[in-house]
């Protein structure tokens, strides 16, 4: 009963293999365990769809948008200090600005934003497990199988200690990922729930089966939890604010004031003067208000402070404000001065106007812009698109949005699987808009 539940949930999944979206979805169930498998298939898959709709990419006026980003980009890595190491930062940009230009000429219906999101969720329960098992049970390995083809490191204790890293390189780039995925499996939970338990909404996915609801009852529980433990400030304000935005979304006024209380209680406790602050810490564990005012971390040193690293940052920008120092020069220029090790300044925008200059920086930030405002858009006017199909594509822009808000206070481009997956989504959301965009202004021609 089970399995054969499951097998019509997931008929996608069995569906021919011949398709290019068909591989897209196996790469975005198998990345998590196997970057190079999932890098490698994607890649083969934007081949293609270039070679079959290279008209229709060739056409988009977002498109060129991002043309001229990369040459801007290019033409700062040719200034840079350190040429060799700006030519290589590219590799952390370009080719995932042709990844999205094919996916969003193969993205184009709701119904591939729905499987886009499953493959999502169910990737990421092993990954969870993992991490969780990291944490509480003292799993540590070290597993390798065909070279790097499946290369599993499981670090004890976690990375930094205390905090779940799971397969990923650190614990704040793993709540990355979990962000976005809990985002979307909550989306597709709410509208399970409106399938399964309110008995209204229109057919959209699956049969009245409550094996999906149940699935997902536990892969946003199980999400979430480890998000927790990940011990991530960021992560935890943008899981809170994607609750706040779908209970808001649905009218669900009681759970609105109920997660602001509850917010409020653990800001309190973190933050207010040392009376009210002891009523509060009586409720809330140190683990949250501690993490929160860095009481579980004193004596943090000033280099390692986000304040620190974003002026620099900018005096960085001010001094090459057209074309930047060149992508990857933060970190030496930042030790030279600190003489402390770091990667990035934790936020995206400035990192790229200290490295690549102000031009090729406003105009990426335009260019999200255009497609977040253009989405907003969409999802109030349109008269194409129903409430469920709304719902779905409100979860892809919640978590563009979330996106946009992680890399404000830190940098999510050094991952290969984050940074794909990140960029996967933005060619939904750009795919599906274009259609619709279409379809409006030919109904405004005819009419």
């Not at 650190?170 to 309110?198: C, D, M, P």
């Amino acid at each position: 009963m089970l399995g054969a539940s499951l097998n019509k949930v997931f008929d996608y999944f069995k569906s021919r293999w011949q398709s290019s979206w068909n591989y897209s979805l196996w790469a975005l169930l198998i990345f998590p365990l196997s970057p190079l498998v999932g890098a490698v298939t994607v890649g083969f898959v934007s081949l293609i769809t270039w070679l079959k709709q290279s008209r229709k990419i060739n056409r988009r006026p977002l498109n060129w948008g991002f043309a001229l980003l990369s040459i801007l980009l290019i033409v700062s890595a040719g200034f840079a200090q350190d040429k060799t190491a700006a030519f290589l930062g590219l590799f952390n940009l370009l080719p995932f600005f042709l990844l999205f230009a094919a996916h969003s000429a193969l993205i184009q219906t709701f119904t591939q934003l729905r499987q886009m999101a499953w493959a999502l969720v169910i990737g990421s329960m092993p990954v969870a497990i993992m991490g969780l098992g990291q944490l509480f049970l003292g799993w540590s390995f070290k597993f390798q199988f065909v070279w790097v083809v499946f290369s599993w490191t499981i670090r004890p204790g976690g990375n930094p200690p205390g905090r779940i890293a799971s397969l990923f390189l650190h614990a704040n780039t793993f709540a990355a990922y979990l962000v976005i995925v809990f985002t979307l499996s909550l989306g597709l939970w709410i509208e399970q729930w409106r399938l399964n338990i309110k008995g209204r909404g229109e057919r959209l996915t699956a049969p009245h089966s409550p094996v999906p609801f149940l699935f997902l009852s536990v892969a946003v529980i199980t999400n979430f939890i480890t998000l927790i433990f990940t011990n991530s400030r960021n992560g935890w304000a943008i899981a809170i604010f994607a609750c706040l935005a779908y209970a808001l979304y649905q009218g669900w006024r009681i759970l609105v004031g109920s997660v602001a209380a509850i917010v409020s209680s653990i800001l309190l406790a973190a933050f207010a003067p040392s009376p009210v602050a002891h009523i509060f810490r009586w409720v809330v564990p140190a683990f949250f208000w501690a993490r929160l005012n860095d009481d579980m971390y004193p004596d943090r040193p000033v280099a390692l402070m986000r304040k620190t690293q974003w002026e620099f940052a900018w005096s960085l920008a001010q001094q090459h404000p057209w074309t930047g120092w060149g992508l990857r020069s933060f970190s030496t220029l930042y030790r030279a001065k600190m003489q402390i090790p770091l990667g990035h300044p934790h936020n995206l925008f400035l990192m790229l106007s200290a490295e690549t200059g102000f031009p090729s920086t406003f105009l990426f930030c335009g260019l999200l812009a255009w497609i977040l405002i253009t989405s907003v858009q969409l999802l109030q006017k349109s008269k194409y698109i129903n409430t469920g199909d709304k719902l779905i594509f409100f979860s892809y822009l919640l978590s563009f949005v979330g996106w946009i808000l992680l890399n404000t206070v830190d940098v999510t481009l050094f991952d290969f699987r984050l940074n794909a997956i990140s960029w996967l989504i933005l060619a939904a959301i750009s795919g599906v808009l274009h259609r619709y965009h279409e379809k409006d202004r030919l109904a405004s021609h005819q009419s």
